[in-house]
């Protein structure tokens, strides 16, 4: 019900738009969210919404280079992602809850697919 895209192979500095566009159910009410997760390490939140888009929430590690947005009129979620750094690389997802803001992975209802996102030095 959750589809991720928009991951790729990006330079140091550069960006990358990431969309989250849900079907066959409506997520109004519902906080979205975009986890991380790099080899050998726990899946961690990067950035959230609330669906109306008007509260959002950020990872320290991100605050200020990523952006989290909602486009209701089309039910999808993006991740903006500027001035990325190698240590962004992993695969994200997206998740969504019935609620409000929830930190852990553990809280979600919904998950897309990952979608991988690399940041070459």
């Known amino acids: 019900q959750l589809q991720a895209s928009g991951g790729g192979l990006v330079q140091a500095g550069g960006s990358l738009r990431l969309s989250c566009a849900a079907s066959?159910?409506?997520?109004?009410?519902?906080?979205m969210a975009w986890f991380r997760q790099a080899p050998g390490k726990e899946r961690e939140f990067v950035a959230g919404?609330?669906?109306?888009?008007?509260?959002?929430i950020y990872a320290r590690s991100v605050n200020g280079r990523f952006t989290i947005s909602t486009d209701n009129a089309k039910n999808t979620v993006y991740l903006q992602m500027n001035r990325l750094k190698p240590e962004d690389t992993a695969d994200y997802y997206c998740?969504?809850?019935?609620?409000?803001?929830?930190?852990?992975?553990?809280?979600?209802?919904?998950w897309g697919q990952g979608t991988l996102v690399t940041v070459s030095s």
């Open positions: 066959e159910h409506t997520f109004s009410n519902y906080f």
């Open positions: 998740a969504a809850r019935r609620g409000p803001y929830f930190s852990r992975s553990t809280g979600y209802d919904y």
């Open positions: 919404v609330n669906w109306s888009g008007s509260s959002t």
